[in-house]
């Protein structure tokens, strides 16, 4: 690791050695290189695991120190551009999660909105549907009502001799049921209405 590269603004993680004492485990270390100012150098810390280190990055070691190797995940995150305090936050975490709880349960409920707004329409079309098919048979109907259709109509109910035979007539020209046609009889038969 060359100084001339490195971002002066940034820490880094880096590998260190131990202490250099006989009571000191012997592995590598890591630990924040930085930029010091005050000194125009980079300097090492101690190590992310809490020992005592000699000063200077060994940028081509391994690190071999289990504590260390533990916190590095934690670390790089912590030393990555554009880390925020916040997202180690435990309360802030719970915060994020509150509110992504509260979004997903929104989105949820809109979901089962829309299905329930679905099912309405497509009621709607099949309603509509029916409806279109029950006006293309009136219409096709009215369509047969054709003038000679009419005066055929009529012929037959001239010839008719009783007001059952008009109304049957009547009823299938104008599309009424026979209830409708027998009432309309035998109120005529009655000589009511007249």
Known sequence: MTETVEDLTRRYLVPVARLNLPSEPDVIHLSVYQWMPAFQAWATGMGI?????????????TVTCEGCLAYRARYERMLAPGYRPEDDDPDVLRERLAAAVDERDRARRWAVSLENENRRLADQVREAKEQARVATVAALNLQRQTPDAAQRTLARIREARTWVAVWVELGQYFGLTAEQCGMEARARRRGEGL
Do not use: R
């Open 49 to 61: 695991c809490g020992a005592s280190t000699q000063q200077g990055a060994l940028p081509k070691a």
